[in-house]
T-cell receptor
Framework: AQSVTQPDIHITVSEGASLELRCNYS??????LFWYVQSPGQGLQLLLK??????LVQGIKGFEAEFKRSQSSFNLRKPSVHWSDAAEYFC?????????????FGKGTHLIIQP | NAGVMQNPRHLVRRRGQEARLRCSPM?????VYWYRQLPEEGLKFMVY????????ESGMPKERFSAEFPKEGPSILRIQQVVRGDSAAYFC?????????????FGPGTRLTVT
């Protein structure tokens, strides 16, 4: 069965500093990986996704993520965070055929931005 | 283009009552997913529906929970005889097609509180 682990429940970063959120997945075949952001009281918004090809993917709002098969990781990065980036971030994995249709999410990382 | 709409946004029910959660997909989308988010947890897939059909209910509890997506009108997630453990945020997502290659667009969620 597929699973996603986000080791950090909370992360605090100063505004303007760089950010890296960790995500590890467990999946037997080629994973399809996603990062979503959830602002308070809102639904989830897709930041970026990885299906195949270039292992460094660019997303919206200046985010990027790197797929590392050898480490089963898909970490999210941003070079300089803004106060508006404070939110909950979820990593997710999906399957192509044969598995459940829904995405499997990690428990999330709560990002706090210090002024 | 309006996004995915869910109502009510907040719902309070006493133990033993029924809860009905509604989801109107984005215009042109005929695929709907329901997820549940328990406190301090990530989203868990419950059910995937197309118009008039339940396609994948592998994440749905076996008892008390049901879902439908009629030809006309919103998708409904129904929880009968609610218990305190049903308190959670319920999110629906819609997509224009089936499978991981189609982006899922999430609604703002319904927060169910069982007293």
């Amino acid at each position: 069965a597929q699973s996603v682990t986000q080791p950090d429940i909370h992360i605090t970063v100063s505004e303007g500093a760089s950010l890296e959120l960790r995500c590890n997945y467990s999946y037997g075949a080629t994973p399809y990986l996603f990062w979503y952001v959830q602002s308070p009281g809102q639904g989830l918004q897709l930041l970026l996704k990885y299906f195949s090809g270039d292992t460094l993917v660019q997303g919206i709002k200046g985010f990027e993520a790197e797929f590392k098969r050898s480490q089963s990781s898909f970490n999210l990065r941003k070079p300089s965070v803004h106060w508006s980036d404070a939110a909950e971030y979820f990593c997710a994995v999906g399957s192509s055929g044969g598995g459940a249709d829904g995405l499997t999410f990690g428990k999330g990382t709560h990002l706090i931005i210090q002024p | 283009n309006a996004g995915v709409m869910q109502n009510p946004r907040h719902l309070v029910r006493r133990r033993g009552q029924e809860a009905r959660l509604r989801c109107s997909p984005m215009k042109g989308h005929s695929h709907v997913y329901w997820y549940r988010q328990l406190p301090e947890e990530g989203l868990k897939f419950m059910v995937y529906l197309q118009k008039e059909n339940i396609i994948d209910e592998s994440g749905m509890p076996k008892e008390r929970f049901s879902a439908e997506f009629p030809k006309e009108g919103p998708s409904i997630l129904r929880i009968q005889q609610v218990v305190r453990g049903d308190s959670a945020a319920y999110f629906c997502a819609s997509s224009p097609g089936r499978g991981v290659f189609y982006e899922q667009y999430f609604g703002p969620g319904t927060r169910l509180t069982v007293t």
